[in-house]
């Protein structure tokens, strides 16, 4: 089964800074997506940024980019440019390629100051 | 716009009585949706795969005929809490997948349900 951990449960940043989420995964599979979601206080998940597992090229998505290290399973979210819109709970999600499941992680509520 | 809609967005009902839960997916055919619990401040539970035409998967723990899912039609899927209970009180989420194209899960709105 797969597990996910989210090892930081809230970060703060300054507007305009960078901050980045952390994530650990553990699969056996060899082809998977891996998603970030994020969930504002509207509670509506919104799709931030998806890697594909085959991909050796980190996904970025205008001020969002993550480091994926397949080996060590590890897929990290970094925002660059931190806005106020930005506060929310984000959710890492791998998604096992035909099973169209997701297993969320724990989340990490990210509080944009100022 | 929003690709997966669910409805109600809220709803407080009596101890005892049961409720249903709409998820549609509004511009393609899903086959397979998903039905997520989440208690206040923590993450997404899958609760149930809802298959179209055929019976739901639920996950180990899950009782089945607390949380009774049909899946009718190729846009629509509906989770009826039945005899629901105040412990059942919580923030139910569908979410769907296009067949094709983009692998992402589009998600509904998400329903309160409170049982009071």
């Known amino acids: 089964a797969q597990t996910v951990t989210q090892s930081q449960p809230e970060m703060s940043v300054q507007e305009a800074e960078t901050v980045t989420l952390s994530c650990t995964y553990d699969t056996s599979e060899s082809d998977y997506y891996l998603f970030w979601y994020k969930q504002p206080p509207s509670r509506q998940m919104i799709l931030v940024i998806r890697q594909e597992a085959y991909k050796q090229q980190n996904a970025t998505e205008n001020r969002f980019s993550v480091n994926f290290q397949k080996a060590a399973k590890s897929f990290s979210l970094k925002i660059s440019d931190s806005q106020l819109g930005d506060a929310a709970m984000y959710f890492c999600?791998?998604?096992?390629?035909?099973?169209?499941?997701?297993?969320f992680g724990q989340g990490t509520r990210l509080t944009i100051n100022p | 716009g929003a690709v997966v809609s669910q409805h109600p967005s809220w709803v407080i009902c009596k101890s005892g009585t049961s409720v249903k839960i709409e998820c549609r997916s509004l511009d393609f055919q899903a086959t397979t949706m998903f039905w997520y619990r989440q208690f206040p401040k923590q993450s997404l539970m899958l609760m149930a795969t809802s298959n179209e035409g055929s019976k739901a998967t639920y996950e180990q723990g899950v009782e089945k005929d607390k949380f009774l899912i049909n899946h009718a039609s190729l846009t629509l899927s509906t989770l009826t809490v039945t005899s629901a209970h105040p412990e059942d009180s919580s923030f139910y989420i569908c979410?769907?997948?296009?067949?094709?194209?983009?692998?992402?899960?589009?998600f509904g709105q998400g329903t309160r349900l409170t049982v009071v």
């Open positions: 999600a791998p998604s096992v390629q035909g099973a169209q499941k997701l297993v």
């Open positions: 979410s769907a997948r296009r067949p094709t194209g983009r692998p992402e899960a589009f």
